[in-house]
C-alpha cells in the first residue's frame, strides 16, 4: 500500500503546473463528491494532480490513484482506501474510475463510509449517470471537461494569460475585448493554428505526431472507453467505426436515417443508439431543436464532428471552412451555453441569441428580423455592433 502513495507523490511533485484547465477554480474544496468526466486527452489526469497539489498536503492525507495500474486489477480500492483513511487520509482522488464495471457502487460505498472522506473521481464522457447502478445524483457534483479552448491555447502555447469571458460580456463589450487581446497576439495566425492541433494538449510534446496521437485516441475511446461504460460487443464497435468514417467524410450535415443506416448496415433503432454513444463519448454533436426532454431515438437536425481537429485526423482531404467554422463555435459556446437548432441561422444561443456563422462577407440577412441577432464572422480582427469576430468565441472558458 505504502507504493501507492509513493507513486501518487511521485506524480504530484513532476505534474506539470504552469497552466491549468478552466475547470480548477471551478471544483469546491467543501463538497465531497466530485466527478470529473471528460473525453480522452482533454486532460482530466492532470487536473485531478494539479488539483491535488494545489491542497500542499503530503501524499498520507491526500492521494491519487489510477483505476487503470494494474495493482487495482489484484486489489480492490476498497481496501487500499480503508488502509489510507484508517491512517489520516482526508482526500483521495481516482481517475479513470469507469475501468470499474461497478464504479458507482464503489463511489457509493466509499462516500457512505468514510463521511470524513473528500472524493474527487474522473471518468469518460461516457459515463452516463442514469444508467449507473446506484443514485448519484444527490451526493455527486458532476463537472464537464471540454476540449481546449482557443484562450487556454494561446495561454499553454504562447504563455500568455488573457481573461474568460461570458457572452453577455462579449455581445456589449467585443470592441475593447478585441483591442485588448490585440494588444497581446495576432489572433488570426492563432486561431488558424488552433483549428488544426490546439483542441487537445497533445501540442505541447510538439506538432509532427499530433494527428496520429489524436487518431490513436479516437481508436482507444472506441476501443477501450466505450466498452467499458456500456459494454458493448467487438462487433459493435466496428460498425461504430464505420459510422464514425462515414460522418467524418461529410459532417456538418442534416442526415437521412434511412440512407445513413443502410450504409453503415445497422438498422435505425441501432443507428440511434450508436449516434448517442459517439456523441456521449464526444466525438460528435447532435444539433436538435429543443434539448429538453429529447429521447435516443428522435433524429437531430444536424451532426458535426466536435471539434475541427478530429477533421484533421479522421479524413484525407482538407475540412470545408464553413465546417470548421461552425464546428468551432459549436465546440467553444456549448461548453458554457445551450446551444439548439433555430428556425433562421445557423444556432441559437440559450434559446435567445440567434446566430449566423460565416466568412468576412457573411450578411447575417437571414437572422435580420431577430431580436437578439448575432452575425458571427471569420477573418476578421475586429467587429462593431452585433457584428462578431469568430475568434473571440474561444474566450468564453
Do not use: C
Not at 74 to 90: L, M, N, S, Y
Not at 156 to 176: C, F, N, Q, T, W
Not at 269 to 280: A, F, G, V
Amino acid at each position: 500500500m505504502e507504493s501507492i502513495l509513493e507513486l501518487s507523490e511521485s506524480r504530484v511533485t513532476n505534474i506539470f503546473a504552469k497552466q491549468a484547465r478552466y475547470l480548477m477554480n471551478q471544483i469546491p474544496g467543501d463538497q465531497r463528491l466530485v466527478l470529473v468526466r471528460g473525453s480522452r486527452g482533454t486532460g482530466k489526469t492532470t487536473l485531478l494532480l494539479q488539483f491535488l497539489r494545489s491542497l500542499g498536503l503530503p501524499s498520507s492525507r491526500a492521494a491519487f490513484i489510477s483505476l487503470d495500474d494494474i495493482f487495482f486489477s489484484r486489489h480492490p480500492a476498497e481496501d487500499f482506501t480503508d488502509w489510507f483513511v484508517k491512517r489520516g487520509g482526508e482526500y483521495l482522488f481516482i481517475d479513470e474510475v469507469h475501468r470499474n464495471s461497478h464504479w458507482s457502487l464503489l463511489v457509493k460505498s466509499l462516500y457512505d463510509r468514510y463521511p470524513n472522506l473528500k472524493l474527487l473521481i474522473s471518468g469518460s464522457s461516457a459515463l452516463q449517470m442514469e444508467k449507473g447502478e446506484t443514485d448519484l445524483s444527490r451526493r455527486m457534483l458532476t463537472l464537464n471537461l471540454n476540449e481546449l479552448s482557443l484562450r487556454e491555447f494561446i495561454s499553454m502555447k504562447y504563455d500568455i494569460d488573457l481573461p474568460a469571458i461570458s457572452i453577455d460580456e462579449l455581445l456589449i463589450d467585443h470592441e475593447r475585448i478585441a483591442r485588448e487581446v490585440l494588444s497581446y497576439v495576432k489572433p488570426l495566425m492563432i486561431f488558424d493554428e488552433y483549428l488544426k492541433y490546439g483542441a487537445y494538449p497533445y501540442f505541447l510534446e510538439g506538432i509532427r505526431y499530433y494527428h496520429e496521437r489524436l487518431s490513436n485516441t479516437v481508436s482507444a475511446v472506441l476501443d477501450s472507453d466505450l466498452p467499458a461504460v456500456s459494454g458493448i460487443t467487438y462487433g459493435t464497435i466496428l460498425k461504430i467505426r464505420k459510422l464514425l468514417s462515414v460522418l467524418a467524410e461529410a459532417v456538418p450535415f442534416t442526415p437521412n436515417i434511412n440512407e445513413l443506416s443502410g450504409r453503415v448496415e445497422i438498422s435505425r433503432d441501432l443507428l440511434y443508439r450508436y449516434l448517442h454513444l459517439l456523441e456521449q463519448a464526444g466525438l460528435i454533436y447532435q444539433l436538435r431543436r429543443d434539448s429538453r426532454g429529447i429521447s435516443i431515438m428522435s433524429k437531430p437536425e444536424k451532426i458535426y464532428l466536435h471539434n475541427t481537429n478530429l477533421s484533421q485526423a479522421l479524413t484525407l482531404h482538407k475540412p470545408d471552412k464553413g465546417s470548421e467554422r461552425e464546428t468551432f463555435f459549436l465546440n467553444q459556446v456549448s461548453a458554457r451555453y445551450t446551444v439548439n437548432y433555430p428556425d433562421e441561422g445557423d444556432f441559437i444561443v440559450d434559446g435567445k441569441y440567434a446566430v449566423e456563422v460565416g466568412g468576412r462577407k457573411k450578411s447575417g440577412k437571414q437572422i435580420a428580423k431577430a431580436e437578439n441577432a448575432i452575425v458571427v464572422k471569420d477573418d476578421i480582427e475586429y467587429g462593431s455592433g452585433n457584428i462578431i469576430p469568430l475568434w473571440l468565441f474561444g474566450f468564453l472558458y
